[in-house]
């Protein structure tokens, strides 16, 4: 079992005065070494510079070296001389001064040297004077005029100005505290430099904590003020590791620079990376563009940035983008948004699951889940892809392309691709075209929507048709060619230019055939109320409960329908008719007739009345009375 060091109450309180007595007497030799000094009285630090002259010295000796002990710790003074005052307790060293403390183990802490040392008996205080010089380890030091020792915690005071130089930096200040081993100090008034061959750090701070971790340096300013790359930063608490070259800024941090301003709850700056990276309530001004964020990267010398939040926003020339995560690069004025993204600029929107904005180009591109909306057409036109030219507001659309408009009707319209002019207000469809409004559907392999006009025009093997559950009022209608009127987005009129055909079933008993050249079919709930055939009129008709046909024609017809289905027909020029018609009881009867105009009459789906003018030919035997 190793020694014990006796109880504070038991220890034995040694004056330095008689020491130094017999130091002055016996020419200060090193038996001195030996010498045990407890130093364990309190005193507080005085602003004032140690009094340096004293006069009628009791004794004095030269080439002095003391080695003072305590548990823990050695200090050792050297002096050019030394002079002893009893009766004030005093001793004054003077001459390349130097007090050097070591802990246990033997290991440095704070090397002091100076012109001037003072020494009180009485509290233990000891102050150099005169081109002080302090190093703390083997890349640290620190220069000023003055400085205490206190015994009370082994503390270092220098209540004036300093200057204190590491291996990459010199730092300016006041009042610094530290302790014998060194291994932590505070200061005020700071103002600090860091310079490597590539970057500085400058540095202002109101205090400064510092300490030794491990052999390296972490450095905490308080109410900073810090230049580095171009960039001045303003903070509450700055966290500076020169070993490392990073700094951590927190409590709020602003930051200006050759290219705007920005802020944060928390900066970190990667000086070797060339990196910053913030977090909470990031904004962030770049020239005309704006960030918001709550978490933001930015290489500085690639001027590219990288945003993220719920949502990240980017603004510039009332444009704005919001995104979970965005990549901007500022010297290209080029966004790329991921995750919900959205672009908006007036009444224009458009959402993507990505989206890649190119300002200088005034382009957009989007993909997955595009969707567009905005004053140029009602709805929302949404596909898998995205192409648009902002400055000339066109664009096109790819991957199942579909305008969605919920108006009385809910009106779809698709195509595989798309263009369109928002300026122009049109929409262009291209292959496996399809507008359903309610009911109604119309195919084609081209297709255009004018929106101011509320008009669709089709193309390439056009089909008209409704489809319902049952077997009522249905219809099919062929072309080449075919537009389509719409009244707040729901179909009201087709119009034919060239040849068609169709078929119409009322339900399931009663069907028409037709052909012609031109023509127009007006819709109303979705069924049919009129079909005008322009040309070559065609028409044939079937009521297949009671097996009746018949057959008219003409240069022109138009056929009018109510909810029980067709009840008149009109036809002019060469109006031509022809029909088997089978009276109640009776055998079939075969009618033909023509004239120069024709109105057929229809009742209960049978062709009931038939006029004709102005001359007549053939004969006509009516099924039953009619109109």
């Not at 050249?517 to 049919?528: K, Q, V």
Request: aromatic residues 6%; charged residues 30%.
């Amino acid at each position: 079992m190793g020694g014990r060091s006796p109880p504070p109450e038991h220890r034995v309180h040694w004056s330095i005065v008689p020491i130094l007595r017999r130091a002055l007497c016996h020419g200060a030799r090193p038996f001195f070494g030996a010498v045990v000094l407890l130093l364990n009285h309190c005193a507080p630090i005085e602003p004032d510079a140690p009094r340096v002259e004293a006069p009628d010295a009791d004794a004095e000796a030269r080439g002095v070296f003391l080695q003072l002990n305590r548990p823990g710790a050695r200090l050792e003074i050297r002096a050019d001389s030394i002079s002893e005052y009893s009766e004030r307790q005093e001793a004054l060293a003077t001459g390349s001064v130097r007090m050097a403390f070591y802990d246990a183990s033997g290991q440095a802490g704070v090397d002091l040297r100076a012109d001037r040392m003072h020494l009180d008996h009485r509290t233990g205080t000891i102050a150099m004077a005169g081109h002080v010089l302090m190093h703390m380890g083997d890349s640290l030091s620190a220069r000023t005029d003055s400085l205490r020792w206190h015994p009370e915690g082994e503390r270092v005071a220098i209540p004036g100005t300093l200057r204190i130089e590491m291996a990459d930096g010199v730092e300016t200040g006041r009042d610094l505290e530290t302790d014998s081993s060194a291994d932590s100090w505070a200061l005020s008034d700071v103002h600090g430099r860091w310079q490597w061959a590539d970057e500085e750090v400058d540095v202002r701070a109101e205090r400064e904590r510092s300490q030794r971790v491990g052999g390296a340096l972490q450095v905490r300013y308080e109410k900073a003020e810090l230049q580095v790359a171009g960039m001045q930063l303003r903070c509450a608490l700055a966290h500076w590791l020169p070993d490392e070259r990073q700094l951590v800024l927190g409590g709020g941090v602003e930051g200006v620079d050759s290219s705007g301003a920005f802020s944060a709850r928390h900066v970190e700056v990667d000086i070797d990376q060339k990196e910053l990276r913030a977090r909470g309530q990031v904004r962030v001004q770049r020239g005309q563009a704006q960030l918001e964020a709550e978490e933001w990267r930015e290489a500085w010398r690639e001027h590219r940035s990288q945003i993220a939040g719920h949502p990240a926003r980017y603004r510039r020339a009332g444009r704005r983008m919001e995104a979970l995560r965005m990549d901007y690069e500022r010297d290209d004025e080029r966004v790329e948004a991921s995750g919900a993204v959205l672009f908006s600029e007036g009444e224009r929107m458009m959402r993507a699951q990505t989206m890649v904005y190119d300002s200088r180009r005034d382009v957009l591109r989007a993909g997955g889940g595009v969707s567009v909306k905005g004053e140029a057409w009602e709805g929302v036109l949404s596909g898998d892809s995205l192409f648009f030219d902002l400055r000339a507001e066109r664009g096109w659309l790819l991957g199942t392309p579909r305008l969605h408009s919920r108006e009385e009707n809910d009106l779809r319209w698709e195509a595989d691709s798309m263009h369109f002019d928002m300026a122009a207000r049109a929409l262009m469809g291209d292959g496996q075209c399809a507008l359903s409004s309610g009911d109604v559907r119309i195919r084609a392999q081209r297709s255009r929507y004018a929106a101011d006009a509320q008009r669709f025009t089709f193309g390439e093997g056009v089909v008209l048709e409704r489809r319902t559950d049952g077997a009522f009022n249905q219809y099919r209608i062929e072309a080449d060619s075919m537009v389509v009127l719409l009244d707040d987005g729901v179909a009201q009129r087709a119009e034919i230019g060239g040849a068609l055909s169709g078929k119409i079933a009322i339900d399931g008993q009663r069907t028409s055939w037709l052909s012609g050249s031109g023509g127009a079919f007006t819709l109303r709930d979705d069924r049919l109320q009129q079909v005008d055939l322009a040309s070559d009129a065609d028409v044939t008709y079937r009521h297949a409960g009671r097996d009746e046909v018949s057959r008219f024609r003409g240069d022109s017809m138009v056929l009018y329908f109510d909810e029980g289905g067709l009840y008149q027909v009109r036809v002019e020029g060469d109006a031509r008719l022809a029909s088997r018609l089978v009276r109640a009881g009776s055998e079939a009867t075969v009618n033909s007739v023509k004239g120069s105009e024709m109105d057929l009459y229809f009742v209960d789906g049978s062709l009931a009345k038939v006029k004709v003018g102005p001359d007549i030919e053939g004969h006509y035997l009516p099924a039953e009375d009619g109109p």
